[in-house]
């Protein structure tokens, strides 16, 4: 199986002015399409040649000398999972996952600030997540650079924020904080990570 570079899920001039045209292609079309170009050659000729993408990422996080692969298949899933993340047309939460915020969180905006500290604090290149954890209850995740939850069984991605410079610098430059609170505010798919809680 050859791992595919998947579309954005949106026209790449629709996220502006929060992130832009030019951001998104760079993003996609040249670290994302990396990543993708970088498995497929690592792979080839080995026996994860025929694997998932899921299941090179869990074969390759549990071997040391894998960590190549892992690196940039991690890459593949968890950038697919952020386009997926994003939406051009700002929306409401909906209620059932609004009501799990406010449970676990107190309320929409102590949610908001408490993903946006996560994700401002994250030191050097990685992600912000929110999950679902085992009991049910929502929980900010943040991995270092490749890393993903998908390599932890108690935890379903529901969100990502990518936090590599690359995903905001020709934008914000050093400004990681007025990144990050636009795509909090503005652009989060929480139809996207409702329809995770349950599949
Ligand atoms: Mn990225």
């Not at 993708?36 to 792979?43: A, E, P, R, S």
């Not at 994250?122 to 991995?143: A, D, H, P, V, Y």
Request: charged share 20%; hydrophobic share 40%.
């Amino acid at each position: 199986m050859t791992i595919q570079l998947p579309n954005l899920p949106f026209d790449v001039a629709s996220l502006s002015p929060f992130i832009s045209a030019e951001t998104l292609a760079f993003h996609h079309g040249k670290h994302h399409a990396t990543y993708v170009k970088n498995t497929n050659d690592l792979i080839v000729n080995t026996p994860l040649a025929d694997k998932s993408l899921k299941d090179i990422i869990l074969i390759s996080a549990a071997d040391t000398v894998l960590t190549p692969v892992f690196n940039n298949a991690a890459q593949c899933f968890n950038h697919e999972f952020y386009w997926k993340s994003l939406s051009p047309l700002k929306q409401d939460i909906p209620e059932i996952l609004a009501k799990m915020i406010i449970r676990d969180f107190g309320s929409v905006a102590d949610f908001k600030h408490a993903l946006h500290q996560a994700a401002t604090s994250k030191f050097g290149s990685g992600w912000c997540w929110l999950t679902l954890n085992k009991e049910g209850e929502l929980q900010i995740l943040t991995t270092g650079n490749a890393d993903t939850p998908l390599t932890k069984p108690d935890l379903k991605p529901l969100l990502c924020i990518d936090v590599w410079e690359h995903a905001y610098y020709l934008d914000y430059q050093n400004r990681r904080t007025d990144y990050l609170w636009a795509v909090i505010d503005n652009l989060l798919n929480w139809q996207f990570a409702t329809e995770n809680l349950t599949d």
